[in-house]
């Protein structure tokens, strides 16, 4: 049988009992793969929220890796993505990776990762990101470039020569999965298609029409 691109895992075709039955496993084996193959964008992700009412926003974020089945990432609890999620906490994610012609999506709940965990991310970050956090009051309008500049001299006077503690409008947050879709890309538009969902028992995996 002839292997299209992006048709096999292990040089076989691909189906449910190809990909297995945990879909955060897949998507840890995907992501290595996409690290190896393309390391400046593999962690690159679409991040959809709405608000309340339902009108959407999408923007690229980082993926911070994967604890006890939920995926992280940080943000400004302020910024729009910040306040969409505190009145309507469901998002979904989408990452592509052109290299591998594949695509993953999460959808599923979302809640503020612990203090813990914000703390210890933070510290890990490089100095000027740290300042960088105190210093932009994310999605807020600003007269100018020089507010910005500003607002940056004065966070790096506040902290000189002392650690910098993390702002309390800053940190992680995690998302629950409740709906996983894994997509290869296929000749004549063909793409397979599976999507994973939780059940009392494990993960239930179906094949779906491209």
Known sequence: ?????GSALNGGA????????????VFESWFAEARVL???????????????DGRPSARTVLYKGAID?????????????????ELNPHAALVFFWPSLNRQVR????????????????????????????????QSEVIASRDVLETRLTEAEARFHDQPVPRPPHW???????ERIEFWLGQDARLHDRFSYTPTATGWKSERLSP
């Open 1 to 5: 049988m002839r292997t299209r691109p």
């Open 14 to 25: 691909v189906n449910q009992e190809t990909l297995g039955p945990e879909p955060l496993t």
């Open 38 to 52: 393309d390391p400046r964008f593999a962690d690159a992700m679409t991040l959809a929220t709405a608000t309340p």
């Open 69 to 85: 089945g939920a995926l992280y990432f940080v943000s400004n609890y302020g910024s729009s993505k910040g306040r969409e999620l």
């Open 106 to 137: 999460i959808e599923g709940t979302v809640e503020r990762a612990s203090a813990q965990w914000s703390d210890r991310y933070f510290a890990a970050r490089a100095r000027s990101s740290q300042i960088g956090a105190w210093a932009s009051a």
């Open 171 to 177: 940190g992680g947050y995690r998302l629950v999965p």
